[in-house]
């Protein structure tokens, strides 16, 4: 499966499903026009960060970006190993596998991911129009995790809960790479971190 056509296409679709313009999507996103242009045109691969912003102001969460069309006429209930998409953040190089039936419409999206040593990768959206709840269970290694101006350390069977905030910063401290696995349950309305 090729990962970056089906970004490609879905962060389209979507733009074109919300009658949104590359400007409009742009300012609700705060990812420039011609990064989703590039994007769209498939000229470019976006990094999670951007990819996260994108799927923020369309409405989604980032799995859901991932896992395409919900819409089959005859879902199929089971997402074999071989067909998971898996992508690579160009930015991290952290490896993202896509666990949950594409074609099944389900609130609860499950994705592994391996971080590699040394990496950080932060999620920053000031304003969220999607409500999140995550857990991460750490599966290998270890993962420093900083959500709402506070630090914890996760070890090899440690697993947080938190509602996605503005910012969160996922970094791997050890010299080797560290997997873990996401639970994400998606929410409706726009959360504003108060001041």
Known sequence: MDVDALLAARVRDL??????T???????SGVSRSMISLIERQETSATAAVLNKLADALG?????LFAGDARAADPDPVARRADQPVWTDPASGYV??????ASVDSPVDLVEVTFPAGETVVFDNPVRRVGVQQQVWVIKGAMDITHEGRSWTL???DCMAMTLGDRIT???P?????RYML???????????ST
């Not at 050890?174 to 560290?178: I, Y």
Request: glycine share 8%; net charge positive; proline share 7%.
């Open 170 to 172: 996922f970094h791997n």
């Open 22 to 28: 590359l400007e409009q999507l742009a300012a609700l």
């Open 183 to 193: 639970a994400l349950v998606r929410g409706t309305g726009t959360t504003r971190r």
């Open 96 to 101: 993202r596998r896509q666990l949950s039936p």
């Open 155 to 157: 070890h090899v069977g």
């Open 15 to 20: 733009r074109r499903d919300r009658d949104l």
């Open 174 to 178: 050890g010299s080797r790479p560290a």
């Open 60 to 64: 989604i969460s980032l799995p859901a």
